[in-house]
């Protein structure tokens, strides 16, 4: 197969190609590394390409970490729901998630404090909107009340640790997501609701 031409250094084309065809961009720097030709590479967009990377695997961890936390705090804090077993497994599902993405990428755990508090606030408002949802609102109005009085009753402050939001102590070698490791409260809750026989550490 013919190697894509390189354009000349600090030509155009390649920058255009950038926001054109994302694609055909990447192969030609590609190429361009394999080749060693400095000149062809688009350093700009490449460096900020880089840096996205960490980027994008932070927002997933953030992402699958906001998601456990409201069905912790739906767990936790909701009348009896028939999604409770639902959400327990989607919990498993995302947790697994999580840790691919630090096993994968074993330097965001230097991050993690800061990742974690992000995903604790963005996972309590989306818990406060789907407990009012749940509560079969009326009208709009109504809606607002409920989640008034969702947004009193939520802990204001993270009520769980790291470990018992990602199901296992992340800073330690070989550890990974424990399914029978729940928040006491939240393991209570499945053991009342469902049968379970999780321990309540």
């Given at each position: 197969m013919k190697e894509p031409a390189a354009p000349a250094a600090g030509a155009t084309g390649v920058r255009g190609l950038y926001h054109e065809d994302l694609w055909s961009w990447a192969q030609q720097q590609v190429q361009a590394m394999r080749r060693r030709d400095l000149?062809?590479?688009?350093?700009?967009?490449?460096?900020?390409?880089?840096?996205?990377?960490?980027?994008?695997?932070?927002?997933a961890w953030v992402s699958y970490c906001k998601?456990?936390?409201?069905?912790?705090l739906k767990i936790h804090h909701s009348p009896n729901s028939p999604d409770l077993n639902h959400w327990r497994k989607e919990i498993e599902d995302w947790r697994g998630e999580m840790h691919g993405k630090l096993d994968?990428?074993?330097?965001?755990?230097?991050?993690?404090?800061?990742?974690?508090?992000?995903?604790?606030?963005?996972?309590?408002?989306i818990a406060v909107r789907k407990l009012a949802e749940h509560g079969s609102p009326e009208d709009a109005a109504h809606e607002r009340r409920l989640r008034r009085a969702w947004e009193s009753r939520l802990p204001a402050e993270r009520p769980y640790?790291?470990?018992?939001?990602?199901?296992?102590?992340?800073?330690a070698k070989g550890a990974a997501p424990d399914p029978?490791?729940?928040?006491?409260?939240?393991?209570?809750?499945?053991?009342?609701?469902?049968?379970?026989?999780?321990?309540?550490?």
């Amino acid at each position: 197969m013919k190697e894509p031409a390189a354009p000349a250094a600090g030509a155009t084309g390649v920058r255009g190609l950038y926001h054109e065809d994302l694609w055909s961009w990447a192969q030609q720097q590609v190429q361009a590394m394999r080749r060693r030709d400095l000149d062809a590479i688009d350093w700009d967009n490449v460096i900020e390409e880089i840096g996205d990377v960490a980027g994008r695997d932070e927002d997933a961890w953030v992402s699958y970490c906001k998601n456990v936390v409201s069905h912790l705090l739906k767990i936790h804090h909701s009348p009896n729901s028939p999604d409770l077993n639902h959400w327990r497994k989607e919990i498993e599902d995302w947790r697994g998630e999580m840790h691919g993405k630090l096993d994968r990428n074993p330097g965001m755990k230097g991050k993690l404090s800061e990742l974690l508090e992000g995903a604790w606030r963005r996972g309590r408002e989306i818990a406060v909107r789907k407990l009012a949802e749940h509560g079969s609102p009326e009208d709009a109005a109504h809606e607002r009340r409920l989640r008034r009085a969702w947004e009193s009753r939520l802990p204001a402050e993270r009520p769980y640790a790291l470990e018992e939001i990602a199901g296992y102590d992340p800073f330690a070698k070989g550890a990974a997501p424990d399914p029978d490791f729940w928040p006491a409260a939240v393991a209570s809750r499945l053991n009342d609701a469902l049968g379970t026989d999780y321990p309540v550490r």
